[in-house]
């Protein structure tokens, strides 16, 4: 039984020693692998077109072909050179990406075996190579009650896998959560437009405000990391059952149809009262089940986006 007195779970990394490091870049490489297995071309091409740059840029006159749009006809060129070229130009991208992390104790919650932080890890993972790919800059911020992380974005693989690691590399975790103080932080520091990926339970949502005031300014998704248990009492019996974030704890018969049906009925209220909350801020959901493969409704979120 944890210990509703501090502050803080303390998770099965405590008390490794110098293995930590070596067993930490190990699960940093893995993970890097593992996504650029995943990344097929199409989630490339769904991901570039899901998330447009500024503006474009003259790249290069060429030769033009059958085909081509006779508006970007090079007509200076094409004067010197005695046929018909074209101007060609590129997407300016540079765009930012934020992953703003639960790092709360609820997040060690879930069928998989590293929790929905494990998930989180993987998702940051996946989409900071992504980013990294199409020459976006990506930051990261840890947040519980507090802001434990700011990470600013940069360019470059070596520091996408400083993301990963950071996310990985959680020891504590504390019993409360204050979505409110991260959209507030996200808000204040971040000057220019970014795209913001929220990650968490989210079964704290206390401030409608600070989600909307931030999604005026920046993309803002919510990956909502859930559950079979979120929706489905499992049937074990008499359990005693302790919330992790605040302590509360009650005695339920989990064969009880009756509690069943109440426990089914709150999870799918709470679920449509959460999605109406982001619709209100103009913020973009995705529920990713972390027990199952995490990259396909990302990739459909992507396929959405990138017809819109």
Known sequence: MLNWQKD????????????????????????????????????RGDYRASFHGSGVEFAESREYVSG????????????????????????????????AVDTSASQLVAGRQNGRIGASAELVALISFLAVENHDRVGLMLFDKEINEFIKPQHGE???????????????????????????????????????????????????ESLHRMAKRHDVIALVLTDPVDLELPKVGLVEIQSIEDGYSTVIDTTDPAVQEVYRLRSKNFSQSRSQIFALANVGEVKIDVTQNLLNPLSNFFKLRSVR
Request: hydrophobic share 40%; charged share 30%.
């Open 68 to 99: 081509d749009d006779t508006r970007f006809i090079d007509w200076n060129v094409t004067a010197r050179m005695g046929n018909t070229w074209i101007k060609r130009y590129v997407e300016e991208r540079d765009l930012t990406i934020i992953f």
């Open 158 to 208: 070596k520091h996408a896998r400083r993301l990963v690691r950071s996310v990985l590399n959680q020891k504590c975790f504390a019993l409360e959560t204050s979505i409110t103080k991260a959209c507030n932080r996200l808000t204040n520091v971040l000057r220019k437009k970014a795209i913001i990926f929220l990650l968490s339970d989210f079964t704290n949502l206390e401030d409608l």
């Open 8 to 43: 803080h779970v303390r998770t099965f990394l405590d008390g490794i020693s110098e293995d930590v490091e070596l067993s930490l870049r190990r699960q940093v490489k893995r993970l890097e692998l593992r996504s650029r297995n995943f990344v097929s071309s199409t989630l």
